[in-house]
């Protein structure tokens, strides 16, 4: 019974789930193609590549969930570590809090955000400040938010990195 106690944890299934994933794109090729593209355009410089990986991990997590996103660049990382020599972990905290980031310029990046949607709309729809009725929030409502948040990590990320990234 102890033995599979662990897989009771959704973080245990999400990984192994991740793990799957990962491999599955892998073999279809999705990650050369991926990581060819920033390693072309990021030219072995850890900051260039750094922030194609961010960037664009931050915008498909906008429109897929940020889970998601991480297991679509963990190989991506590690053929991107393979080439350069550089340390995955100075490229996987930060795509991670991207990711994250990323998840608000959307309706649909983040549950918090889908579910308050859904039950503003089962209370009788939303409410402006005049007391008039609003329809539905759209899929970009959050966009502007979202988008200084994900430049702000961004940001963080290119001038601090240097600094609070471990070495190793």
Not at 57 to 63: N, T, Y
Not at 77 to 82: A, C, G, K, N, P
């Amino acid at each position: 019974d102890l033995l599979f106690s662990g897989f009771s944890s959704d973080a245990v299934i999400s990984l192994i789930g991740i793990m799957i994933i990962g491999a599955g794109l892998e073999r279809s090729g999705v990650v050369n193609i991926i990581s060819d593209y920033i390693l072309r355009f990021g030219r072995d410089k850890e900051s260039r590549i750094n922030f194609l990986l961010m960037s664009t991990a931050g915008i498909l997590s906008g429109f897929m969930r940020s889970v998601g996103t991480v297991a679509l660049f963990l190989p991506v990382i590690t053929r991107i570590r393979r080439q350069t020599g550089i340390a995955k972990v100075r490229f996987l905290l930060p795509v991670g809090f991207c990711a994250i980031l990323g998840s608000t310029l959307t309706m649909v990046g983040t549950g918090p955000l889908i579910l308050l949607n859904s039950l503003l709309k089962s209370l009788g729809g939303h409410v402006d400040a005049h007391g008039h009725a609003v329809d539905q929030f759209g899929l970009f409502f959050v966009f502007p938010i979202g988008l200084a948040l994900l430049i702000t990590g961004i940001l963080y990320f290119v001038f601090l990195g240097r600094f609070i990234l471990p070495k190793v």
